[in-house]
């Protein structure tokens, strides 16, 4: 297995002011399946086009496999995408469909058939061949979509938000059902979403873009633990960032004590790292839910607002009522500056 | 009450609207010499009579190539244009859709003159060739204007995915593009058909000897005689336009793009 | 994959040459040829000597006051058919609609042609008034103004019905129960309600007819001949009987900037009120 499948050297997007990608740097193993994610903006589905070749970059390489492709046309490149409408050909049927990119190889009748029955097999849609797209959920098409991509053995399969169609249920169905495929495929697969569950919960590696750079790489757990930036830790739902002065956190609001001096110039906690009910501090309770297992408080205090979920059993605080709550450095996470 | 009173606005309207048409159908049937209405008895001898007439053949087959040929003309011209205008950002659009579209703005008489006097005296081209220019240019705007209109609904995504699959560009256009926009293209084609068919005042100066548009001919024939038979044309002229309508919204649905 | 500027210019720019060459050049030239002056450099006295001819100018007003009058009838007209037609179940409503549209597909000539029968010597109009006594001897009612007027409204009424029934299917449906409901009358209701909402449809049908009817050759040619000439027909005697381009030119330019302006006053008092 090659540790640089995908490899983008130096690979600048957009040009003069418009510079959406800027000199990024990325190696994508053999048969790994990584989340490119990041907020609308970030760069990642301008990267993702240019992997597939939709995009000219103004410089750098696109290599694939060891081969640089950066030169190669869209539709010699071998690369599969999935696009967030589908993009299906609503004049075809779903086999018909599937059996387009096969089509143009002009491979033999029997083996089109095979592969193509194979593909809406793969995706469980065998009996679905001749309906229109117009005919089927969504849910449907997406498999299409992916079978139509997959048949034709690509190197690499990119997604584009593969899960922002679907509702609820689809999309945990859609998730399991992409993991199983790539699983039985063994295919290098890469997809961007700006939603941090969906990254967490697919991907073997995420990379965490901002700004047409990438901010912070590494595995679901990395990131969720161990966040680099108050950028990617926001992302990733600590949403008590502040900055540390001496021992104490500032906000532009105020600031509090720390039980010691910390080492970095910032610290963040999730809502369930805050201590609630005791401690040295204290706030009024400026909005309160129920979320089942917890509670979940805003708790107005000297530094602004804080976010704590207080465990179910202790005694509920109504609003506008005062709340006891500390920032334990224990469980904080420090954050580069 | 409303009712009524709904129904009695219609009724008047689409008489005057229609009336006038059913008319001519009786009066092509009239067995006088003369125009009459009501007829005082009924014949179908002008209906007959009008395929007769020398001139009205020769117009009829002009009319007819002017508006098959100036049509694809257009078309040919006019869907690389919408798929252009459609899917490129391109510098000055708004100027290039003017000037496409800008056949239609100006008064049909003027073009016709203006092509006779700077075009066929000049260099010499026949009346024929400028009749066939006149009317590709008159059709262009509509052509433009039909197949963007069903361009529209159809993702440009489409024709990436096409490409990843290892289509050219030519052939996702082929397809993918074509075969969604064929309804567009059908409907352009039957409203270009029509117009250019029924267009008068671009073809007005641009007649020669033998060489006369239909509707040319029949103004011509109605100065000299007064008999029904140009009753009897209009009312088949009209009847062929609408079964070429009929025909097209029954295949395709051809109002939604009018 | 369509940022290829080039590619896309390559596409478009054969229909745009093809326009301007075949039309913008030629009608450029041809408006300036009032402009020529017969010693040469730039002059308006083309402008100058049309003007001065009482006849071009009774026909110059004639096209304007008939332009108006057809514009102004088919928006009355326009609105009560309109109203009416948006107001029928969705069967109905498919099949008037399609009757009001079916006249647009047929020859004008054809259209036009029924009024000789109508108001003809011999026609429907006459039979009648002598057959009831009314006058002995039959009345011309052909190549009179009404005659033309007639025509050109038929011609071009539909396309007003069609511009304002569009325009107040985008009326948001119960606006106008709402506004009974607050207590206006029907004629409070179409003019602070209705035509508010619909000014945009009217401005393109009052465009597209009044253009229409300025820019028609076959309707005054046929009911209204030389007795009742409009520019249109004017320009085509001026250049097939006295070879008179200057004034061809002059009517051309007259033509178009009244299409021009009329499509750009309307759109002025349609935002203006808003």
Request: proline share 5%; with cysteine.
């Amino acid at each position: 297995m090659s540790d640089a499948f995908v490899k983008l050297s130096g690979l600048t997007l957009g040009y003069g002011r418009t510079v959406a990608v800027p000199a990024l740097d990325l190696s994508i193993r053999e048969g790994e399946l990584i989340a490119l994610l990041g907020p609308s903006g970030c760069g990642k589905t301008t990267t993702m086009r240019a992997i597939a070749g939709l995009l000219d970059p103004s410089d750098g390489t696109i290599e694939i496999d060891g081969r640089d492709v950066t030169r190669v046309p869209a539709n010699k490149r071998g690369i599969g995408l999935v696009f967030q409408s589908y993009a299906l050909f609503p004049h075809l049927s779903a086999h018909e469909n599937v059996a387009f990119g096969l089509r143009l190889q002009k491979l033999p009748a029997e083996e089109i058939r095979a592969r193509t029955e194979e593909g809406l097999a793969t995706v469980g849609l065998t009996g679905f061949g001749k309906r229109k797209p117009a005919e089927m959920s969504g849910g449907q098409q997406q498999r299409v979509a992916l079978a139509r991509s997959l048949v034709m053995r690509p190197k690499v399969l990119l997604l584009d938000e593969p899960l922002s169609n679907l509702d609820a249920r689809l999309r945990l169905e859609m998730r399991t059902e992409l993991q199983r495929v790539q699983k039985e495929t063994g295919i290098t697969m890469v997809f961007v979403t700006h939603d941090q569950a969906e990254a967490l919960a697919l991907a073997d590696r995420i990379v965490l873009m901002r700004e047409g750079r990438i901010e912070q790489l590494g595995t679901p757990a990395d990131l969720y633990a161990r966040p680099e930036t108050a950028f990617a830790a926001e992302f990733m739902g600590f949403e008590n960032i502040f900055r540390t002065e001496g021992a104490a956190v500032v906000s532009d609001k105020g600031r509090l004590p720390l039980a010691a001096v910390p080492q970095s110039p910032i610290l963040a906690w999730r809502p369930d790292a805050v201590t609630v009910g005791e401690g040295p501090h204290e706030g009024r309770v400026a909005a309160a839910s129920f979320a089942g297992a917890h509670r979940e408080y805003v708790i107005d205090s000297a530094l602004g607002p804080v976010k704590a979920d207080a465990a179910i059993e202790l005694p509920e605080v109504p609003l506008g009522g005062t709340i006891r709550f500390d920032l334990p450095l224990a469980t904080a996470r420090g954050l580069a500056a | 009450m409303r009712h009524l009173a709904t129904w009695a606005i219609l009724g008047l309207t689409l008489t005057f609207l229609i009336g006038p048409f059913l008319i001519i159908i009786l009066a092509g049937a009239s067995d006088t010499e003369y125009l009459a209405f009501p007829p005082q008895g009924l014949t179908l001898g002008w209906y007959f009579k009008v395929f007769t007439v020398e001139s009205f053949r020769a117009s009829f087959v002009l009319s007819m190539a002017l508006a098959v040929f100036g049509t694809l003309a257009a078309l040919l011209l006019g869907v690389p244009a919408a798929y252009a205008l459609n899917r490129y950002d391109l510098p000055g659009a708004e100027t290039l859709r003017t000037v496409v579209a800008a056949p239609i703005i100006v008064p049909g008489i003027i073009v016709g003159l203006a092509l006779l006097r700077y075009m066929v005296v000049p260099t010499g081209v026949t009346v024929t060739a400028a009749l066939f220019m006149a009317h590709t240019a008159l059709v262009l705007p509509y052509a433009v204007r039909v197949v963007s209109s069903s361009m529209n609904n159809l993702r440009a995504d489409m024709e990436e995915a096409a490409v990843l699959l290892g289509c050219t560009r030519l052939q996702a256009f082929l397809k993918v593009v074509l075969p969604n926009i064929r309804g567009g293209v059908l409907a352009a084609f039957i409203l270009g058909f029509v117009t250019s068919f029924n267009q008068v005042p671009v073809s007005l100066f641009l007649s020669g000897p033998g060489v006369r548009t239909l509707p040319i001919d029949m103004l011509a024939y109605m100065e000299i005689t007064f008999d029904p038979s140009v009753a009897a044309l209009s009312a088949l002229l009209a009847f062929m336009s609408l079964a070429i309508v009929f025909a097209a919204e029954r295949l395709l649905g051809f109002s939604r793009y009018v | 994959m369509f940022r290829n500027t080039r590619e896309g210019l390559a596409l478009a720019l054969p229909a745009a040459i093809f326009s301007t060459l075949l039309f913008l050049v030629p009608v450029g030239i041809l408006l300036s040829e009032a402009f020529r002056g017969s010693a040469g450099g730039w002059s308006v006295q083309g402008y100058i000597d049309f003007f001065s001819e009482p006849l071009n100018r009774t026909v110059f007003l004639r096209t304007l006051k008939l332009g108006l009058l057809v514009a102004g009838t088919a928006a009355v007209i326009g609105y009560a058919a309109a109203f009416c037609i948006v107001n029928l179940g969705p069967k109905t409503r498919g099949k008037v609609f399609g009757m009001v549209v079916l006249p647009l597909m047929i020859s004008p000539v054809a259209r036009t042609y029924a009024w000789i029968v109508i108001l003809g010597r011999t026609g429907i109009v006459n039979e009648a008034i002598t057959g009831l006594g009314l006058s002995d001897t039959p009345l011309r009612l052909l190549f009179t103004e009404t005659a033309v007027f007639l025509g050109l409204l038929q011609l071009f009424l539909p396309l007003m019905i069609i511009s304002l029934v569009s325009a107040m299917e985008n009326i948001p449906r119960d606006v106008i129960p709402a506004a009974r409901v607050l207590g206006a009358s029907w004629i409070e209701v179409f003019f602070k309600v209705i035509l508010p909402l619909t000014k945009e449809g009217l401005v393109i049908g009052g465009t597209l007819v009044f253009t229409g009817a300025l820019t028609a050759y076959i309707t005054p040619a046929i009911l209204g001949g030389s007795k009742v000439l409009m520019l249109e027909t004017l320009l085509y005697q001026r250049v097939n009987v006295s070879n008179d381009f200057v004034s061809a030119s002059v009517i051309a330019m007259i033509l178009i900037v009244m299409s021009f302006s009329a499509n750009l006053l309307l759109k002025r008092i349609a935002t203006a009120r808003s």
